[in-house]
């Protein structure tokens, strides 16, 4: 099984600045099979990317993903307070999938 | 409007058995998978399996395998969780999601499991 594991935890940063979310896999995974996923408290979450870089419907450009192989990145160029929430990367692999332990972006 | 609407909150004791459902609508459920993911209170995400209502091919993953059972029912677009003996340590949030396959684009809104004596 492919271990998934999300960097920081804990992330402080202030509207208007920049995030960067890691995501490091125990083994390769393909680029088509990693997404990221936003999750606020009491809701559902949410796919934000697909692919590892592909937005999904209705999500902001200020949203991309990037990587390949084990790292992978989520990027939010400039935080809007809607932002703060928590994160997870998901892979896909062999039939079966796994998430990450997710990285909360609180606000500093 | 593509939505998957989850059936209520459930408190049960242990030992009991519990179904849970999934209904679809706003597409063709049989052409997309169905996948189940737990949340324990204040926890991440745990993916616990997953089904094709066209068929009902079912994979599971390891953690949950024999402890869980996923079906279909592609005449009223309606996949279930179910248990046969719920453990206190089952209380949690259930969410199922669509897969177009590598993927969960449409979910939920999740469905509070609550086991306690």
């Known amino acids: 099984e492919i271990v998934l594991t999300q960097s920081p935890g804990t992330l402080s940063l202030s509207p208007g600045e920049r995030a960067t979310l890691s995501c490091r896999a125990s083994?390769?995974?393909?680029?088509?099979?990693l997404a990221w996923y936003q999750q606020k408290p009491g809701q559902a979450p949410r796919l934000l990317i697909y692919?590892?870089?592909s937005r999904a419907t209705g999500i902001p450009d200020r949203f991309s993903g990037s990587g390949s192989g084990t790292d992978f990145t989520l990027t939010i160029s400039r935080l809007e307070p809607e932002d703060f929430a928590v994160y997870y990367c998901q892979q896909y692999g062999s039939s079966a999938y796994t998430f990450g332990q997710g990285t909360k972006l609180e606000i500093k | 409007e593509v939505q998957l609407v989850q059936s209520g909150a459930e408190v049960k004791k242990p030992g009991e058995s519990l179904k849970i459902s999934c209904k679809g609508s706003g597409y063709s459920f049989t052409s997309y998978w169905i996948g189940w993911v737990r949340q324990m209170p204040g926890k991440g995400l745990e993916w616990m399996g997953i089904i094709y209502p066209s068929d009902s091919d079912t994979r599971y993953s390891p953690s949950f395998q024999g402890q869980v059972t996923i079906s279909a029912d592609k005449s009223i677009s309606t996949a279930y969780l179910q248990w046969s003996s719920l453990k206190a340590s089952d209380t949690a949030m259930y969410y199922c999601?669509?897969?177009?396959?590598?993927?969960?684009?449409?979910w939920g809104q999740g469905t509070l499991v609550t086991v306690s004596s």
């Open positions: 083994q390769s995974v393909s680029s088509s099979y």
């Open positions: 999601a669509r897969s177009p396959g590598s993927y969960y684009n449409v």
């Open positions: 692919g590892a870089s």
